[in-house]
């Protein structure tokens, strides 16, 4: 059974650009979180989506931005980018009962300069 | 506002010691408190979880105790080994609410020396 995939690995952006970030979940998982994880503020909950719909935000400015598809797969997208926005970004899929079974993917490290 | 403390930062102990890892909450709605393991360029791996309908749970060396009136929950790894050296997190979630998210501790970087 796949895992959670994310893509890329790494990214390098400058201050200013935007970035899109993808996640394909576990096959039969309709719930997708996403997360960033930093040194200082540990795991931070950005979003969750289930069959497309968001259920639930965190506390994150509006820059932060995401969507599922019908398949499931989610992608989140990150404008006028930040130093401080500089984080591993983790997204985590589940059958969707309230985080219970979060399997999580390797992250999407990304770096901004 | 931190609804998840978790304690300490860091822990060193030798192989075969058993690492204690405390973790407090405040929200008297969770009901799910599991806990993660994280391997440098990995993401957190699901380790071991429990219901406040139990006292404790064992999986392997792993334990979890778990004290609902004082909104506390730990984690035991007994015959700790170096390849056990990660860091961990607690988590915890109103699993039948509807903010379908985890909040997680701080973390806890574990260092087991062979």
């Known amino acids: 059974k796949a895992g959670v995939t994310q893509t890329p690995r790494y990214l390098i952006k400058t201050r200013g650009q935007q970035v899109t970030l993808s996640c394909s979940p576990i096959s039969g998982h309709r719930s997708v979180s996403w997360y960033q994880q930093t040194p200082g503020q540990g795991l931070q909950f950005l979003f969750e989506y289930f069959s497309e719909t968001q259920r639930n935000k965190g506390n994150f400015p509006g820059r932060f931005s995401g969507r599922q598809f019908s398949n499931s797969r989610s992608e989140m997208n990150v404008s006028t980018l930040e130093l401080g926005d500089s984080a591993l970004y983790l997204c985590?899929?589940?059958?969707?009962?309230?985080?219970?079974?979060?399997?999580f993917g390797s992250g999407t490290r990304l770096t901004v300069v | 506002q931190q609804q998840v403390k978790q304690s300490p930062q860091s822990l060193i102990v030798q192989k075969g010691g058993i690492p204690i890892i405390n973790c407090a909450y405040e929200?008297?709605?969770?009901?799910?408190f599991p806990w993660y393991q994280q391997f440098p360029g990995k993401g957190p791996a699901l380790l071991i979880a429990?219901?406040?309908?139990?006292s404790e749970k064992k999986e392997g060396r792993f334990t979890i105790s778990f004290n609902k009136s004082a909104k506390q929950f730990s984690l035991h790894i007994m015959d700790s080994q170096p390849g056990d050296s990660a860091t961990y997190f607690c988590a915890a979630s109103n699993s039948g609410g509807s903010n379908y998210k985890l909040t997680f501790g701080k973390g806890t970087l574990l260092t087991v020396n062979p």
């Open positions: 985590a899929s589940s059958s969707g009962q309230g985080g219970y079974g979060y399997t």
């Open positions: 929200n008297t709605a969770f009901d799910y």
């Open positions: 429990i219901r406040p309908d139990v």
